[in-house]
């Protein structure tokens, strides 16, 4: 067991997304993980709910992505990517672009998941522009949308909150799609709701307001994970493709928590059925080990690029893009996807998963239940005047209670490590119904 520090040592490290007076005056420290469970400074073991942050599909301490980063430090630490590569990189962007099906031919490496945007949004761009279409320069995004958190992601993102300190320093030029969620209609809808497909064709009045020959990308989260699981209303996605080709807009999907078996595919494009030109990953690419982001494209984007001028094709890139710890981890993380039959699994619980959910239903302040693939919305009325405090408070027991949950407003947010087995799913749920009946 840690030495637990005291409060004033906590003072020096400022968190990120937290509220950092509230957080060190009453911590809540993980020292370590192992598959299904994190461990607190008092030695208890916490429930991952959330699979960390979105981005542990595989469990904690896979002995396979541990070996395979301790190699990989000992053998090349970093290697430099601009004008000069290392073997792992090329392997891992094959083994990528074979995981989509070859549906898309390139990989190009980042850091997280909010450079992936940044960098898609930058591809959409300058791949009007060597095409001869510069005046091609706006984006779509949506309501309630999060696409991370560098300037161009915030931009397309649709979260009031996140924009308005930053308003003045957003990219000019972006203007939003409605959001999807609709309580009224679609409450406690297990997988697409029936309701909402029609939103899509607000992509029309856009079109007319500032004219195809202006818009760059549309960019959308397949099922916005963020702002409290959305998920898109049954055909909706199509729509958005229908219409984007029929203008020549690009689109984007923004896969940061959907790829990799979130909703028991590869993809979320593989699960709707539906092609984006270009989409980011980040999050379970190396499981979380090693931070990395990737933006897929098809085909025809890349070789707009390789028929322009001799050079640098594209004026981008990281000074982490396609580490070495995090290819080792990447490439680790795809074996135990394949060899280990990990989607496989999530579509064999899922169900199990989503009708535990479903099951919360009729618990006080519970107004909606909302699942698809291995991923839970619990959405519970807000007490008057303290949004967001509900469910912080039943995020604070939970982990007293021994379970990670992540919430977003009054939204319980569920997505465990894909490896999930039933008697954890009970566990989890057992004590979040118990938490449930007695919330304020
Ligand atoms: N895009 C989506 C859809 C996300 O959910 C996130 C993070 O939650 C991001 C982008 C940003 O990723 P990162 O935090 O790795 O920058």
């Keep these: 067991m840690n030495k637990p520090l005291s409060s004033s040592d906590l003072s020096a490290y400022w968190m990120p997304y937290t509220a950092n007076r509230n957080f060190k005056a009453s911590p809540r420290m993980l020292v370590s993980a192992e598959g299904m469970y994190y461990r607190d400074d008092a030695g208890n073991p916490i429930l991952d709910g959330t699979a960390g942050l979105w981005c542990v599909p ?5 002995p396979k992505i541990v070996s395979a980063v301790q190699k990989a430090v000992a053998t090349l630490d970093y290697a430099p990517s601009f004008q000069l590569g290392h073997p792992m990189a090329f392997e891992l962007a094959e083994r990528l672009k074979q995981y989509t099906g070859n549906r898309f031919s390139q990989v190009f490496y980042t850091g997280s998941g909010s450079e992936a945007v940044d960098t898609a949004l930058k591809i959409a761009l300058a791949y009007h522009r060597i095409r001869g279409d510069a005046t091609r320069t706006r984006f779509i ?7 991370g958190v560098g300037f161009g992601g915030m931009s397309v993102g649709g979260i009031g909150t ?16 409605p959001h999807t969620h609709n309580l009224e209609k679609n409450a406690f809808t297990k997988g697409e709701p029936e309701y909402g497909t029609h939103l899509a064709d607000e992509l029309e009045r856009l079109v007319a307001l500032h004219d195809a020959s202006n818009i760059a990308a549309v960019i959308v989260e ?7 699981v959305l998920i898109p209303p049954k055909g909706y996605l199509k729509r958005l493709r229908e219409l ?42 190396t499981n979380g080990v090693v931070p990395m982001g990737a933006v897929f494209v098809k ?31 990447g490439l680790a993380s795809l074996d ?25 239903r009729g618990l006080p302040n519970v107004i909606d239940i909302r699942t698809i693939g291995m ?9 008057p005047g303290k949004p967001g405090a509900r469910a912080y408070d039943a995020f604070r027991r939970a982990f007293n209670d021994g379970i990670l949950i992540r919430v977003t407003g009054d939204i319980i947010a569920l997505s465990p490590p894909l490896v999930i087995e039933k008697k954890h799913i009970d566990e989890l749920f057992g004590k979040l119904a118990a938490i449930l009946k007695t919330l304020d």
């Design 58 to 62: 595989l469990g904690h301490a896979q």
């Design 141 to 147: 995004g949506r309501e309630r949308g999060y696409h």
């Design 162 to 177: 996140n924009r308005k300190t930053f308003n003045s320093a957003l990219l000019q030029g972006v203007d939003h799609l």
């Design 222 to 228: 397949p099922v916005a994970g963020s702002t409290g």
């Design 244 to 285: 984007c080709t029929k203008h020549g807009i690009l689109l984007i999907f923004d896969e940061v928590i959907t790829g990799f078996g979130r909703l028991g595919t590869p993809f979320a494009s593989d699960y709707f059925d539906v092609e984006p030109d270009l989409f980011t990953t980040a999050k379970g690419l």
């Design 299 to 329: 085909p025809h984007i890349h070789d707009a690029f390789m028929q322009g001028p001799d050079g640098i094709e594209l004026l981008h890139g990281y000074t982490y893009s396609g580490h070495p710890l995090a290819c080792a981890a």
């Design 336 to 360: 135990i996807f394949e060899q280990d039959g990990i989607l496989e699994h999530a579509q064999s619980v899922s169900d199990y998963f989503q009708e535990a959910a479903h099951s919360l």
């Design 375 to 383: 991923i839970a919305g619990i959405e519970l009325s807000s007490i």
